[in-house]
């Protein structure tokens, strides 16, 4: 039993590493993974005696596989993929729907009745995961022309410059953030590496280094010079200011923000926000042009940590192969 979790483990988490990455031939296919690993067989036979010890010998060398050729392909680009917040919430759904049904079981050895039923669940939901990840991998290979979403490995390394200075809950943070990242990335046609390398970069530094969507106060009577009173303070991934800017962007985005200012700072808008004032003020030309300092001025209205943003700025081209 131990061995066919730690192969769906493995299963879901080269799903979610490769993500949207369009290349389907490099997953495997579920049928004959299964078979491979003789789950099938076994499902007609107990685990109780020495002779299945072959059996589980086989499906943690499967397991072992699939984690080599997770790390083999993990930063490998291809074609955006659309359809990402979707499956990777119904993957996410899925893990937390076998762990629900895991973790009600008795401790200690399971009756060969229920044992059998586990792992035909397990099957099951591996077969209707994986066929739900190559429709979409499939149809992003067909769409072509884009750089593959960031992945969440990529995106650690921007941020902390990998080192190991990212707690749990950051890593949490960052993996609840990554879907709309990508989203927004898409929505704005920052899909070049040089166009995301200035994007990630620009919002990292305005969020400090994503660990708040809403700009910090110094104190009493910070945030009233902005047009509009302080209700209209930085918000978002890009920190939008001014009652004016709040107005054109949730005009621009269907969303009441001049009414109810605290939706910029929700991570489903935040970052949307940002690849609208991106594309309002034109910042794929800079970028394409690798004009840094252009976009930070458009940005910023002036050069506010423009050693932090550059050093970011540095990271996330060589992380991306933006030169």
């Known amino acids: 039993m131990q061995q066919t979790i730690a192969l769906a483990d493995a299963v879901f988490r080269l799903m979610f590493d490769q993500l949207g990455a369009g290349i389907p031939e490099l997953m495997p296919d579920m049928n004959a993974l299964l078979a491979d690993a003789k789950i099938n067989d076994a499902i007609n036979e107990s685990f109780a005696v020495d002779k299945h010890n072959e059996s589980a010998g086989r499906l943690a060398a499967v397991a072992k596989d699939l984690g080599i050729q997770d790390k083999a392909i993990a930063d490998k680009v291809a074609d955006a993929a659309q359809e990402n917040a979707t499956l990777t919430e119904f993957l996410r759904n899925t893990v937390q729907g076998l762990k629900k049904t895991i973790s009600s079981l008795h401790p200690g050895k399971l009756p060969r009745i229920m ?6 669940h397990i099957a ?15 149809g992003n290979n067909e769409r072509g022309g884009q750089m593959a979403p960031l992945s969440l490995t990529r995106l650690k390394e921007i941020v902390s410059g990998g080192k190991s200075e990212l707690t749990p809950k950051d890593l949490k943070r960052l993996a609840e953030y990554l879907p709309y990242i990508n989203e927004a990335m898409l929505e704005g046609g ?14 990292i530094h305005e969020t400090d280094d994503l ?14 010079n902005y047009e509009g009173g302080a209700d209209f303070h930085g918000r978002g991934a890009i920190q939008l200011t001014h009652r004016s800017n709040y107005a054109e962007a949730g005009k621009a985005l269907d969303l009441p923000l001049t009414q109810k200012p605290d939706l910029a700072k929700k991570p489903e808008h935040a970052f949307d926000i940002a690849q609208w004032y991106w594309n309002e003020n034109n910042l794929n030309d800079p970028a394409d042009d690798s004009e840094f300092k252009k976009i930070t001025k ?7 940590g423009e050693a932090d943003r550059e050093q970011l700025y540095d990271r996330a081209r060589k992380t991306l192969d933006a030169d």
């Open 115 to 120: 044992e059998t039923a586990l792992i035909c």
């Open 124 to 138: 099951a939901v591996l077969q209707q995961a994986g066929e739900r990840y190559n429709a979409v991998a499939s």
């Open 190 to 203: 920052i899909t070049s590496p040089k166009r995301q390398a200035a994007f990630l970069a620009q919002i």
């Open 211 to 224: 660990k708040t969507l809403e700009e910090y106060s110094e104190g009493p009577g910070y945030f009233d």
């Open 298 to 304: 458009a940005i910023n209205g002036g050069y506010t």
